[in-house]
Nanobody, 125 residues
């Protein structure tokens, strides 16, 4: 029903910017709350950002607040994560997640129903 495909990851230097995209088929007309999570080797999956179904509200983890921006284009069924001033600690596998037919801007990974395969972000210093 829902399929998520992330793209835009890559290798950058500290201080650089990167924009991730997530094509969300099955989440048409803003039917899904969309979130971004990340997981570094040896660490647990970490919440990054979440955006409401309409795109009018969002919430960020303290570690990325002020540097990352989540947005969505419901006409294109796509959610984005603009990452600025990247730090080495931002390096991780970034996952796009969907919370179908829900309203709450959840921050826990187990509250999401669908996941993409992830896109790798590497930050050198």
């Amino acid at each position: 029903q829902v399929q998520l495909v992330e793209s835009g990851g890559g290798l950058v230097q500290a201080g650089d910017s990167l924009r991730l995209s997530c094509a969300a088929s099955g989440c048409t007309f803003g039917s899904c709350v969309m979130g971004w999570f990340r997981q570094a080797p040896g660490k647990e999956r970490e919440f990054v950002a979440v955006i409401s179904r309409s795109g009018g509200n969002s919430y960020y983890a303290d570690s990325v607040k002020g540097r990352f921006t989540i947005s969505r284009d419901n006409a294109k069924n796509t959610v984005y994560l603009q990452m600025n001033s990247l730090k080495p600690e931002d390096a991780a596998l970034y996952y796009c997640a969907a919370r179908a037919n829900r309203i709450t801007l959840a921050t826990n990974y187990y509250e999401y129903d669908y996941w993409g395969q992830g896109t790798q972000v590497t930050v050198s210093s």
